[in-house]
């Protein structure tokens, strides 16, 4: 098993990715301001781009990424099928694996932060996109998503309106009747903060504010998702799907 699963995170600034016993490797999707990016809103805008750096980051693993391996790869929530496809066509193409899974980002993030179990809001606010889920016992739920993140901070856009958006995700959650005695339950506990905005405090505590609840940055929160979709390729390897 150690010699064929891998974890990939396709992020806004870094594209991730994970080999049991190898260790992780990155590699930039956003390399400076004049340069074209591989990754926009959580899209991949550039699938040749994506392809050889995923390729440079399956031969930094070493021989073990070289067999055909089972992957599982992030997805943003509320991806598109076109999204998805063009995610599957890139994972193919750089690591001709054997089977690809997909696994959205905040359940992999919660996973990988060791709070899945019960009622969960998780919020990761990465460098462009900013998604809110709600978990129940590692399942997701429901989930919320804008294209607005700590990339785009600016004089105009403060931590203040990064932290309103976010809050007003976590509300649109709470007000679904549905969903609503899992939300209730999960807003007691207080919400997981993940991303980039898990390492700016005074997001942490704008967001807080705004809702009026406990936010907990994760301790790892740049590799949460990484790691919770490589627990995810363990637990897939454990459990195959019959053929």
């Known amino acids: 098993m150690a010699s064929t699963l891998l974890a990939v995170d396709f992020g806004s600034t870094w594209l991730r990715a994970w080999g049991l016993a190898r260790g992780t490797a990155s590699f930039p999707t956003a390399d400076g301001p004049s340069a074209a990016p591989l990754v926009r ?82 919020a990761d606010i990465g460098a462009q996109v900013t998604e809110v889920g709600l978990l129940s016992d590692g399942h997701l739920v429901t989930a919320r998503r804008a294209n607005l993140g700590t990339g785009d901070l600016t004089p105009d856009v403060t931590v203040h309106v990064l932290a309103a958006v976010a809050a007003r995700l976590v509300r649109e959650v709470y007000q679904q009747p549905d969903h609503r005695p899992a939300a209730l339950a999960a807003l007691a506990r207080g919400m997981v903060l993940v991303g980039d905005g898990a390492a700016r405090p005074e997001l942490t505590v704008a967001l807080a504010r705004a809702l009026r609840i406990g936010v907990h940055p994760a301790a790892t929160p740049y590799t949460a998702a990484l790691t919770g979709a490589g627990l995810a390729a363990m637990a897939a390897a454990r459990h195959p799907v019959p053929s």
């Open 41 to 122: 809103r959580g899209r991949l805008v550039d699938p040749s781009g994506c392809t050889a750096a995923l390729r440079r980051l399956r031969n930094r693993l070493g021989p073990a990424a070289e067999s055909r391996p089972l992957v599982v790869a992030c997805r943003p929530v509320l991806a598109t099928p076109g999204d998805e496809q063009t995610m599957r066509e890139v994972l193919t193409a750089a690591l001709d694996p054997r089977r690809v899974l997909f696994i959205d980002t905040v359940r992999a993030a919660a996973i990988g932060s060791g709070a899945a179990a019960g009622d969960l809001l998780i």
